[in-house]
């Protein structure tokens, strides 16, 4: 089996990243499937360190950013995330190197049979199967996730830095034992898994808790602060609230770093990041949260570890600038509360003549909250769609701008659409193309291969 064959496997796994609106999180649902996985596999999820990562926005940023730290501290560590931009291997690293082609492959063929072994007792009628036995399939995130386990374990990584792939509490990544548990600024999504109020969501994020850990917790709605503490008092956890307890303050920024302090509990941080938008200062202040906790449990990170590890961070794909005559930014923001916060940080960075966006969006997510969102900035709309099979319908997308008496151009496909706009813009306008990270990777894409990047991917 090759790496091509090795993905092509997973995905004949139920992938409800590619196919929205299946109700996983039922009342029978639960990981005894997973746990049963990886006990077979002798328990790979427990030979590493963890830090579990949860949240709405901002959680792959800071998973990379602790990991970036750690990496330079000394420690082996690997990174698991998702989704990806252009391949799958990104979503599984080891000290910031995607795992290779043939490492993946291997590692499929290894865990085939006890892939097929579970899923073969979940569809099994036979009345001799126990009450503790696996009774559901295992899915596509699910089988990754052991992968990037057994990858780590094999690798003899001594961190691994877990994403949260959907909400927290029957998340696959949630059989982890952490040292460390994060949650990043919280707003209403995946609705009708998650729930319909942010209390809801809340929970379902805050599953990821256990008994007597410590918790970092970024700036959240009163609603939100107030589930997760009573959840931590449940469960005898320690809580560090990133804005309460550990403070940050921007300093300076350009098209290319910005830099900031954070008063942390265990002294003062001066840093920089390559990442723009004032939300990654938010989030890099609760990755120092993070790692002070973990030097307070005796891990060697000291302050110049978190300032070199800072400095080097790498995550593309949000606020990214690819060129400056006209300026092309692409942005990921995929929810209401990001769309708020990508119109906040285009005002505060850029001056420019005229403005054009290109936006695709997943059927999935609240269409008329982020058009609604967006209009503010008075574009020249074009409507696209990624070729993922999520994505929503540009000709639903133009009826929402229509409300606003705006009437978009409507494309296909994201190269088109850049195309067209570059061919109209001037030195001094400004490109956006946001809506969905799969819509920010076939731009990227398109500026790989026609060159039409500037600067150094951040």
Known sequence: MNYSQAEEYLHSFIDYERFPGIPYATRDYGLRHVEELLHQLGEPHLAAKTVHVAGTKGKGSTAAMIAQVLSLSGYRTGLYTSPHLHNLRERIRLDGNLISPSEFAALVVELKPYFEAINAIAVSQSPERSEGEAKQPLTF????????FVYFRQEKADFQVLEVGLGGRLDATNVAKPEVCVITPISLEHTQVLGDSLEKIAYEKAGIIKPGSFVVLSPQPEEVAAVINDVCRQREA???????????????????????VVQGKMGTHYLTIPLLGDYQIENAATAVAALELLASLGFSITADNIAQGLARVEWPGRFQILRHKPIVLVDGAHSVASAKRLVENIKAYFNYDRFFLIIGISCDKDISGIVKELVSLSAQVT?????HPRAASPLALAAEFARWGIKPRVTDAVAQALSQTLSMAKERDLICVTGSLFVVAEALDYAAEFQISEVKSL
């Open 141 to 148: 995130f699910e089988a990754l996730t052991a992968v990037a």
């Open 238 to 260: 320690s809580l560090v609230q990133v804005g309460k307890d550990i403070t940050w303050r921007r300093l300076a920024g350009d098209f290319h770093q910005q830099s900031f």
């Open 383 to 387: 409507v696209t769609r990624s070729t």
